[in-house]
C-alpha cells in the first residue's frame, strides 16, 4: 500500500511536469517517467507481462519518436508564460467537471470486491488465453485499424512528395 | 535466510556484467592489436618472466580506468547541463539490471536448500531484457541534444533512429524462439535445451532456429551501436558523435554500455541458441552419455562445470562480436537502413510465420 501511493505521488508529480514544463524536451522526458512508473505500479498489481509491454512500446519507443519529432523541429522552449485561450477557458472547465465526478465517485461509489485473485493471475498464459480465445474479433480488428493508420500514414506522405 | 540468498544472487549478477565489461576492455585491446598485427597495450607487464608476451594487464585493467576516472570532467558552454549530465547514467543504469533475468547456472544444492541460480526468477525475462535495453536509447538521444553540438546531435538521431529500427528485427527473431519454447523464462528456456534430439544431438535452439540466431546476432550488433553499425559514432564523420562532448568518467560510462550490450548479446545468443549452462548430457547426477554410458559426478561440480559452460560460450560470442567489429568496414546509412527495414524485416516475419505453421503442425517439433 505504502508503495503504491508513493509510486502514484512519484507519477503524478512528473505527470504535472509533462504539461507545465517549458522545455518540450523535458515535458517528454517527464512523460517517458510517467509511463514508466505506471509500469511499476503494474508490477505492484502483478501484471508482469503489461508492465514489460508498457516499458518496451511506450516508454521504449513511442516516446523515443515523440524526441526525435521533437528535436528535428528544434522545437524552442516557450518564451511566454501560459495565457488562457477560449478553448483552454473551455477545456480548463471540464476538467473541473471531471475532477467533480470524481470526486464524488470516490464518495459514493463501492468498489466491487474482489476475492484473492485467480491462480496464474497475471501470467502470461492467462492473459494469451483471454485475448486470442475469448476477445478474438476485437483483437484482430484492433490490429486491421493500425494496419489502416500506417497506410493511412504512408499514403499522405507520398501525396506530398 | 530466503533474503540473504537473494542478496547474494543479486550480487553475484551484478558482479558478473561489471566483471564481464572490465574484461572485455581488455580483450578488446589486446585482441584488435592481435587482429591487426600490432603490439598493443604492453607497459607495466606484471608478470614479466613467467610469459613469452605482455598481457598489459596493468595498462587496460588499472591504468586506463584510473586516467579517465580523474580526468577532468568538461561541460560545453551552451548545454544543458542537467541532461547533459543524465544522459550517461540513462545509458548505463538500465542496463546493469539485465542480468539479473540471465541464468548462469542450473541449481545450487547445499545440504536441504536448492538454490535456482538466476538472481530474479521472472516470469517475462526476455521481455525484461527487452524493455530495458531500449530504455538504453534515451541516454545516446538525450547526450547527442544535451552537448548542444551538431556533432552530437546528428550522432544522437542516428543512433535513436538505428536503434528502434533494429529493435524491430531483433524483437521478430526472439518471437519465433519463444514460439519453439513456448515460454519467455530464460531459466525455463535453458532447461528445455538439456533434451535430447533422436537422443543424440542436444536441443539447442541453434538447430531449431538458425535463421533467428543470425537475424538476433545481426540485430544484435547494430543495437550495441558498433562496428560495422558504428554510424552513431562514426568517428571519420562526426568526431565521435553523440559522446563528442563528453570526458573523463562520463564518458567512459558510454563506452562502459557499449561492452555491456556486447555481453547483453551474448548472453542472449547464449541462453537462447546455445543451451545456456548445459554441458550436453550433463545432468543433475553425472554424464549420460548416448549409448547408455553413465559417469556420476557430484551435485556441486555439475554446478561448477555448468557455470563454466556459460561463462565460456558467454566469452565465445563477445569475442566474435569483437572479431566482426575489427574485421568489417562500417556500413553505408542507408544501407544500414535497408539491411534492417528490407533484409531482417522480412526474413524475421517469415521465420515467425514459418515456425508458428511447424509448432502446430508437428506437436512434436517444439522442446516445450
Known sequence: ?161 | MELLIAFVKALVALLIILQVTVLLLWIERKGSALIQDRVGANRANIFGGLLPFNLGIVNTLMADPLKLFHKEDIVPKDADRFLHWLAPFAAVLPLFVTFAVVPFGDVLVIGDTVINLQAAELEVGLLFILGMVSLGVYGVIIGGWASNSRYAFLGGVRGSAQMISYEIGLGLALVSVVLTYGTLDLQAIARAQGELMWGVIPAWGVFYQPLALVLFFIAGMAESKRAPFDLPEAESELVAGFYTEYSGSKQSMFMMSDFIEIAIVAALVTTLFFGGWQVPYLYRDGFHLPGGLFLAVPSLLVTLLQVLAFLVKLFIFCWLQILVRWTFPRMRYDHLMMLGWKRLLPLGLANVAVSAVLVLALEGWTVA
Open chain 1, 1 to 161: 500500500m505504502i508503495a503504491f501511493y508513493f509510486v502514484a505521488l512519484l507519477m503524478i508529480a512528473s505527470a504535472l511536469t509533462v504539461i507545465l514544463h517549458r522545455n518540450p524536451i523535458y515535458s517528454a522526458l517527464a512523460l517517458v517517467n510517467t509511463l514508466f512508473l505506471i509500469a511499476v505500479s503494474f508490477v505492484l498489481l502483478d501484471a508482469e507481462l503489461i508492465a514489460m509491454l508498457q516499458v518496451i512500446v511506450y516508454a521504449g519507443a513511442i516516446v523515443i519518436l515523440f524526441l526525435f519529432v521533437i528535436m528535428l523541429l528544434n522545437v524552442e522552449a516557450e518564451k511566454h508564460a501560459f495565457r488562457l485561450s477560449r478553448a483552454g477557458t473551455a477545456g480548463l472547465a471540464l476538467a473541473l467537471l471531471l475532477a467533480v465526478e470524481l470526486g464524488v465517485l470516490v464518495v459514493v461509489w463501492e468498489p466491487a470486491r474482489v476475492e484473492t485473485p485467480p491462480a496464474g493471475f497475471g501470467s502470461t498464459e492467462l492473459l494469451a488465453e483471454h485475448l486470442f480465445a475469448r476477445s478474438f474479433l476485437p483483437f484482430e480488428l484492433t490490429s486491421v485499424l493500425l494496419l489502416v493508420a500506417v497506410v493511412g500514414a504512408v499514403v499522405m506522405a507520398r501525396r506530398k512528395a
